[in-house]
C-alpha cells in the first residue's frame, strides 16, 4: 500500500504569500523566541525556562520578549499550539490514505505515536500547560487556539470511526456512539503514554515493550466491536511501522 505523503515544504523563514517585511520580522523573532524556550525546556523542564536567559540567548532586550510574551506561561502554551498544529497535519495526512477505515484508524495511530517519537518535548509541555496554575496564567486566545486544534484532530478521528460504520465494516451496539469509541482509544493511547514517561519501573512489572502493548489493547478493544478487518486479518502493528518510517522519510514535518 503507498502512502501519499506530501514531499518537503518550504522553510519556515521563506516570505509569505501578503507577508510585509515588518511582519515577517516580528514572525520570525517570535519563532526564535520559541527555539530557545524548547532548548530551555528540554535541558531543565518547566523550572528552566528564564525570559532573562532567552533574551541573553538571542541578544534582544527583555522587553522585546515581553511584545511577544506577556509572561513565561505564554511561551508554554505558544509551543503548545506549535505542537498541535504540528500534529493536525500529521492527522489530515494519515487519514486522506486510501484504504479501509480501520488501516486508516491505525494510521492515525501511527502518527500519534510518531508525533511523542519526534517531538517528544511538545508532549512534555501539553502536558504542563494544561495544569490550572499555568492555564489561568496565559490568555484566552492562545487557549482558544489550543482547543480549536486539540478539536480538529479529534474530528479528524471521530470521522474515520463514523465512516467504518457508514460502510457497515463497523456495526456499534445499540446506545454506543462513534465518539465513544475515539474517547476509548484516546484514553488508551493517551494514559499509556503518560505513564511511559513518567514511569522507571514498567520493565520491573512485565511491560518490556509499551507501544506494543498500547496497540494490542486498541486492537482488542476494536476486535470486541467487531471492527473488520479484524487484526487476525490485517496485519496492523506492521502497517504502522510502515506508516512511521514513511511520515518521516523527508522530514516534512520537522518543526
Sequence with gaps: ???????????????????????????????????????????????????????????????????????????????????????????KVAAAIQAPDRVRLATLGAAAEAFVEHFPYHFKVEQIVRAASIWEKTSPERRELMQSCEKLCMSTVVEVVHHGVATGDLSLPEGVRPEEIVFGLWSIYLGSQIITHSSDTLGEIGIDNPIRSLRTNQHRMLDGYGWRPLSSDYDYSAHMDRVKAEMFRHDQFAT
Design 1 to 91: 500500500m503507498t502512502i501519499p505523503f506530501p514531499t518537503p515544504t518550504q522553510l519556515d523563514d521563506a516570505p509569505r504569500p501578503g507577508e510585509s517585511r515588518k511582519q515577517r520580522e516580528i514572525r520570525l523573532r517570535e519563532a526564535q523566541i520559541l527555539a530557545v524556550a524548547r532548548d530551555q525546556i528540554l535541558e531543565g523542564g518547566y523550572l528552566g525556562l528564564n525570559m532573562d536567559r532567552i533574551a541573553a540567548q538571542i541578544e534582544y532586550s527583555k522587553g522585546t520578549i515581553y511584545q511577544h510574551f506577556r509572561n513565561k506561561e505564554e511561551i508554554l502554551l505558544a509551543l503548545v499550539n506549535d505542537a498541535l498544529d504540528t500534529r493536525q497535519r500529521m492527522f
